[in-house]
Nanobody, 115 residues
Framework: QVQLVESGGGLVQPGGSLTLSCKAS????????IGWFRQAPGKEREGITC????????SSIETVKGRFITSRDTAKSTVYLQMNSLKPEDTAVYYC????????WGKGTLVTVSS
């Protein structure tokens, strides 16, 4: 059974950092394409970063480029989203997603950036 569980969300001050984790079960992280999405209050869900299968290709949207870093630890079956220089507009529920044949989603973790 495939399961993705995000963790690490919380309240952080502007300019701070936070690292989200996404623990995967039932998937091969070495070959899966991995992405992080977010959905801010009142807005549509948007993709923010992705890594292709085997890590040959990575991409981030302009608003997080240089601040957010996606990585994966295949030994721990975990994907990370390191977020630096956080801004209030980064406040959202963050979701990880993986593609291996089908597309799988976690339930999300809330990140609030506020002073």
């Amino acid at each position: 059974q495939v399961q993705l569980v995000e963790s690490g969300g919380g309240l952080v001050q502007p300019g701070g950092s936070l690292t989200l984790s996404c623990k995967a079960s039932g998937l091969n992280l070495q070959t899966s394409s991995i992405g992080w999405f977010r959905q801010a209050p009142g807005k549509e869900r948007e993709g923010i970063t992705c890594i292709s299968g085997r890590g040959a290709f990575t991409s981030s949207i302009e608003t997080v480029k240089g601040r957010f870093i996606t990585s994966r630890d295949t030994a721990k079956s975990t994907v990370y989203l390191q977020m630096n220089s956080l801004k209030p507009e980064d406040t959202a529920v963050y979701y990880c997603t993986m593609v291996q044949g089908a597309t799988y989603w976690g339930k999300g973790t809330l990140v609030t950036v506020s002073s």
